[in-house]
């Protein structure tokens, strides 16, 4: 079977700390035919020496970004110079799981699916939470509505049925407005595997109050979505119900002997 190009996502900001063992779980992938698309936010910390002995691989691609636009912008430039029939999203401190493209593509190819995430692991500060993180098996537009069940560095979506994806410039949940383009196309189905860890710092955690967080989903449905501010408001209501839904219901405890 021919092996069909995956082009990686990765927005940079400041992760000169992180991004070179990112890079190094994506160069570790038994599925070798992707390209990978780093698009730096105008970083003022040396990621951009971490990154340039990385570039004697071809496959690795480093663009910029004219000037400090946010997460959204730089995932909208990556995508427009994505070639791949396959779109894969990694941050550039985040890990994959060396055979998380091969399942993955595998499993989309065997179920004729468009677009599925995986289940991944929280590492906090160093440390490796106790839970696998899931979510539904099947996640339609209603399901989307309620809460983003899919982690960002777990998504991956057939670009030629999907077409080109360009999403609103929102500071926030740029990438759950990513998936309300994709699934107009296709649901969004889940492959039961832990293939991803999700890495959070002391500097890149979801900070600020409550109360800004609830703003940033309000501005999702209202700047992003379009939607009008009595549909914004209750839709960030019901989000939030989920959210607290999920706490309970998308977390599977590891077993250790």
Not at 15 to 33: C, D, F, H, K, M
Not at 203 to 215: A, D, E, T, V, Y
Request: with cysteine; hydrophobic share 40%.
């Amino acid at each position: 079977m021919i092996k069909e190009l995956v082009s990686i996502i990765m927005p940079s900001y400041n992760t000169a700390q992180y991004i070179g063992e990112t890079i190094g779980s994506v160069l570790a992938q038994t599925y070798t035919n992707w390209e990978l698309i780093i698009v730096d936010d105008c970083s003022t910390d040396h990621t951009e020496e971490v990154v340039q002995p990385f570039l004697v691989d071809k496959r690795i691609r480093f663009l910029k970004n004219p000037k400090n636009s946010g997460a959204a912008i730089a995932r909208n430039y990556a995508l427009r110079e994505a070639q791949g029939k396959w779109i894969a999203f990694l941050d550039s401190d985040d890990i994959w799981f060396p055979e998380k493209l091969e399942k993955q593509i595998a499993f989309m190819q065997r179920n004729g699916y468009h677009f599925s995430y995986t289940d991944y692991r929280i590492c906090l500060n160093g440390v490796y939470q106790p839970y696998v993180h899931i979510g539904p098996n099947k996640v339609g537009k209603i399901m989307l509505y309620h809460y983003c069940w899919m982690g960002c560095l777990t998504v991956m979506y057939d670009a030629e049925y999907v077409g080109l994806v360009q999403i609103a410039d929102i500071k926030k949940n740029n990438d759950y407005a990513m998936w309300f383009e994709v699934i107009k196309k296709s649901p969004c189905y889940r492959l039961p595997i832990c293939l991803a860890y999700y890495c959070k710092h002391e500097n890149s955690l979801s900070s600020g109050s409550k109360m800004k967080l609830i703003r940033h989903h309000y501005i999702l449905y209202k700047d992003a979505l379009k939607k009008g501010t009595v549909t914004a408001v209750l839709l960030t209501m019901n989000n939030l119900f989920w959210g607290i839904l999920k706490k309970f219901l998308c977390k599977k405890k590891i077993r250790t002997n």
